[in-house]
C-alpha cells in the first residue's frame, strides 16, 4: 500500500504524502499489526462484514443458550406454565445486546 502511494504521489505531482484515499476490503481478520500497518500506509476505511456478522451470530447464539428452555414457546417456562416470555422472544431485546453501550 505504501508503494501505492509513492507511486500516486509521482504520478500526480502531488505534495501530499498520501495522496489517495485507501479501501482495505476483506480486513475482517486481520491482526493490529496489519491494521496499524494498513492505517499508516493512507487506509481510510476497512470493511469488517464477517467479523461484524460473528459478533452478531455469536450474540445470538450465547443469548439462545442462556435462554433456551424459555425460548420453546410464548408461553411455559421455568416459572410456570402460563408464565410469558414476551422480553425473551422479542428482537429488540436481542439486538440490543449485541450493540456496544
Excluded at 504521489?9 to 496489519?34: A, F, Q
Excluded at 462484514?49 to 455469536?58: E, I, R, S
Excluded at 445470538?60 to 425460548?71: I, M, S
Aim: charge should be negative; aromatic fraction near 6%; include cysteine.
Amino acid at each position: 500500500m505504501i508503494k501505492h502511494q509513492e507511486f500516486a504521489k509521482e504520478k500526480l505531482s502531488s505534495e501530499e504524502e498520501k495522496p489517495i484515499y485507501l479501501v482495505m476490503h476483506g480486513g475482517s481478520g486481520s491482526t493490529d499489526d496489519e491494521i496499524e500497518t494498513a492505517v499508516s500506509a493512507g487506509v481510510v476505511k476497512m470493511n469488517l462484514d464477517a467479523d461484524t456478522q460473528w459478533a452478531y451470530w455469536d450474540g445470538t447464539r450465547a443469548f439462545e443458550t442462556e435462554n433456551h428452555d424459555y425460548l420453546q414457546g410464548r408461553i411455559g417456562n421455568l416459572k410456570g406454565p402460563d408464565a410469558p416470555n414476551k422480553k425473551l422472544c422479542d428482537p429488540r431485546v436481542l439486538m440490543a445486546l449485541m450493540e456496544p453501550e
